[in-house]
């Protein structure tokens, strides 16, 4: 089923009840939607892509913060046949400019918090792009753009007929771009309505669940985890901000089941915790039955931690890529909790296998690049197909990503292949050391990156961000490191905030850079 009718199916079922809630704890704003008016809203934009000569195929920018609009503008672009691509909200001018010159949009739908860098580069967007729809307070429209009321008005409301099939493209989302050219990975409607079926499936949402999403909708891990819950027509809250204390009233005052988190967030509440930052007794948690946590490796004692704070829950977590569908392809499952620390199995309707760097087979045991396949796996690459075919060849996905798989089954993912670290002829997983220092009670976080050396090639560098009103000396962690082999062990640290981006991953090129490693790749 294309995913425009299963939201189709819920503006039916489900007519008046709430769909979505935007919460801004900032402001105190709170508003919602229901599923008729969500439906609706999304036919309305279609119509009006179409009424201005927007065409089955058409490329669609979408450039928005987390909020109520951005779901329906999202869907209201699929439902007019055309490419939806979400742009992520920290891209910088020029970045915005390559990712046009790449999709060569018509149409760009845009927040107020853009309007700068898109003046800054509107002169080279305006090579493909007719109309710029400003989503956002009326007063503060920008003159090169019109209102989204402007644009929807008059706009018919009933669903358009479009003609479309289920391996048609459906969006592109950009990789981060923050060491070169960002890639364009399509997606089909095949895929997305996949994405459907593989988070259900694992985490088993009903109508009465409530989904609690904090991380930007730009990116596939926030919205093909709300996938679950769409599926199956139950609510959802957008949460505007990643505080302890916001995340937990969220959880209590709109009464969510299901709340997916980063790592650092996590750690955030456990720190509170420990600080007695936090009353726990002030909160309604007891319908939260599910935690499930992901976009990087998750350290097991971050995850023993919270248990002794919330022993209820049942834990999750997945692993996955943009190019797979977001996250799924290789899943944990809640009942394999004495498995913490790996990735998982293989996920709903996927096959993964681990390869030496031709590509044979590896038995248990022995780490290679883990290889998936199903069919949440790419088109391709949008007008890179040198890319395409280095990662993808029959049916196979490339992830990049070192890993190895267990007598059980289980995979445990080493590090990224970019990632890894060659000291003196040994290869050293930075998460490896990550997850060993993160164990220590007074380090919040710590990024592990090779430094260059001329006798050993490369340094295991480790930067370490204390826990506020902590400190330790480089001979006191130089102590803690000793029970780790030799090879592996930080020779040299820097005391400083380790910088992530949106999604809770390391920005390692940003590490790199500063610190004089010898690729900022």
Known sequence: MLITEILARNG?????????????????????????????????????????????????????????????????????????????????????????????????????????RIEAVKTALDETIRHYVYVGPESDCPAFATPYAGFVDGADARQPDVSMEITDSAALYFTSGTTGTPKAVSLTHRNLEHACYVENQHHRQTHEDNFLCIPPLYH??????????????????????????????????????????????????????????????????????????????????????????????????????????GPGCVHLGV??????????????????????????????????????????????YYRNPEATAESLQDGWLFTGDIARQDEEGFIWLVDRKKDLIITGGENVSPVEVEHYFLEHPDIQDIAVIGTPDQRLGELVTAIIQMKEGRSLTEQELLAYAERLPRYKRPRRFHFDKVPRNATGKIEKPRLRKRYGAMSEA
Request: contains cysteine.
């Open 12 to 116: 039916r079922m489900y007519a008046e009840e709430i769909a979505l809630v935007e919460r801004d704890p900032a402001t105190g704003l709170r508003r919602e939607i229901s599923w008729r008016s969500f439906d609706q809203e999304a036919n309305r934009l279609a119509n009006a892509l179409l009424a201005q000569g927007v065409k089955r195929g058409d490329r669609v920018l979408h450039l928005m913060m987390n909020s109520l609009e951005w779901l329906p503008c999202y869907f209201g672009i699929l439902r007019a046949g055309a490419i939806a691509a979400p742009l992520n909200f920290r891209f910088e001018a020029g970045i915005i400019q390559t990712c046009n010159e790449i999709a060569e949009a018509r149409v760009l739908l845009f927040g107020p918090e853009f309007i700068e």
């Open 335 to 380: 009942s394999n909790g004495h498995k913490v620390g790996a990735i998982g199995k293989p996920g709903f309707d996927w096959e993964a296998c681990i390869v030496d760097p031709e590509g044979n087979r590896l038995p248990p045991g022995e780490a290679g690049e883990l290889l998936v396949k199903g069919p949440g796996v790419m088109e391709c």
């Open 220 to 325: 596939t891990g926030a919205k093909m985890h709300w996938f679950g819950n769409f599926v199956v027509g139950a609510k959802a809250v957008l949460l505007k901000g990643a505080r302890p204390e916001w995340i937990l009233e969220a959880v209590s005052e709109e009464q969510a089941t299901i709340v997916w988190l980063l790592v650092p967030w996590a750690h955030d509440i456990l720190i509170a915790w420990e600080n007695g930052e936090l009353d726990f007794g002030r909160y309604r948690l007891d319908q939260w039955r599910l935690m499930h946590i992901g976009a990087q490796p998750v350290p097991p004692n971050l995850i023993k931690a919270w248990r002794k704070l919330f022993p209820h829950h049942e834990y999750d977590t997945n692993y996955g890529l943009t190019e797979s569908s």
